[in-house]
Structures are given as C-alpha cells and as structure tokens.
C-alpha cells in the first residue's frame, strides 16, 4: 500500500489467493472472488438462481475491504462463502422432491392436453419452488452460514471467542465503511446472535465455583 492508502493490482491478486486458501475446499470449487471497485458494498454477491451454472461470485470493493482488519474480513468472506456453498437445489428434501414432481406432472398434463391438470400441477410446483427460495434467503440461513464460518476459521487456526470477535465486529465496521446509519434486519440477528455466543465463551463455569 502506497501512503494515500491505494492498493496495487497485486495486492488484490495476493488478497485473492489467500482467500481462496481460507476457504473451505467446497468453496474453493463452487466459489470465485473478483474486484469490483465501483460496487458500494465492502463485499456482495447475487443469489444464485436454479438455472445458472458455473461459479458463484463474490464480488469484493478492495478500496473498502482494507479498511477492515484481516481478522474481520476472513470471518466475513467465510461467511459470504459458506452461505453460498449452502444453497443447494437439487437435494433430496421434501420442497425440492415437489418441485421436481411438479414439474413432471405438468409436462404429463401438457401431453395429455389435460388443462385443469396442468394448471394444478404448475400451482404445486410454484408453490414448492417458492418455499424452497423464502428458505434459502431467511435469516436462519445466514446465521447458520456465521456458524459454519467460525468452525471453518476455527479449523484454520483461530481460537472460538476471537473468531466470534471478528466476526461481530466485521459485522458492525462493515456498515460504518458503506456509510450505513443503521444495520439491517438481519445483521442485527446475527449480531445478537454471536454476543450469545460471545458471553457463553467468556461466562465462567457453575461447577468450578461450587469447589470455592
């Protein structure tokens, strides 16, 4: 970094390979990191639709991604990462197998010129597929996805309570940086979330001071 606080191309290149290595390996298939300095978030993504294939991008704003410490943005890209890796839609579950049931039906019915079966079936099938998305953007998903995260962080060497600090933290800061007055809905969840976390980690153990 030069003193006005500019990062060079191979800074970005370097941050990006060491990223990757932090990832877990289901990430480092499925996910790819990419620049993207005129984005207004420190870090985003697009939710990733049924039809599309290929990688799923995390785009990073470098010029405000510094500006956290490199304890908060490994906890906040596994974050992004894990909830991402998350969504699968084409797994064995109820929703998933009634879609695909659905859909089925509705090309039967459409052979069958079968119009109030065909319009059965495609109401089942919306129906299905709409559970399916509420699920995969709810705020359970996202405070599961911090859960993962810690255990991934915890797996690359960091200690519980100081992953959860970072994590919180990165949460907080990265609001500050976009110029948000307030944090969202969900960020306040998960922030709620991890000082629970938090204080479990720090709150001393009943049965030690039974030995007092």
Not at 156 to 181: C, D, P, V
Not at 185 to 211: A, G, H, I, K, V
């Amino acid at each position: 970094m030069n003193r006005q606080g500019t990062y060079q191309g191979s800074d970005q290149e370097t941050e990006i390979r060491r990223l990757k290595e932090l990832m877990p390996a289901s990430g480092r298939m499925l996910v790819k990191l990419q620049a993207q300095p005129k984005q207004s978030r420190v870090i985003d993504c697009d939710f990733p639709k049924p039809w599309q294939f290929g990688d799923r991008l995390v785009k990073i704003n470098f010029s405000l991604w510094w500006e956290l410490t490199i304890q908060e943005r490994d906890l906040l890209m596994l974050s992004v990462v894990c909830r991402l890796v998350n969504i699968r839609w084409f797994k064995p579950d109820l929703y998933q197998g009634l879609t695909v049931a659905g859909a089925i039906a509705v090309g039967v019915q459409l052979w069958q010129r079968d119009g109030v079966g065909m319009v059965v079936a495609g109401g089942l099938t919306a129906l299905a597929a709409q559970q399916i998305w509420r699920g995969y953007q709810s705020n359970e998903r996202e405070i599961e996805a911090d859960a993962q995260a810690l255990k991934v962080a915890v797996r690359r060497g960091y200690n519980q309570k100081e992953a959860i600090q970072a994590l919180l933290t990165a949460i907080e800061n990265t609001a500050r940086i976009e110029n948000r007055s307030t944090l969202s809905f969900n960020e306040l969840l998960r922030c709620q979330n991890l000082r629970l976390m938090l204080n479990s980690q720090t709150s001393p153990d009943p049965s030690l001071s039974r030995n007092f």
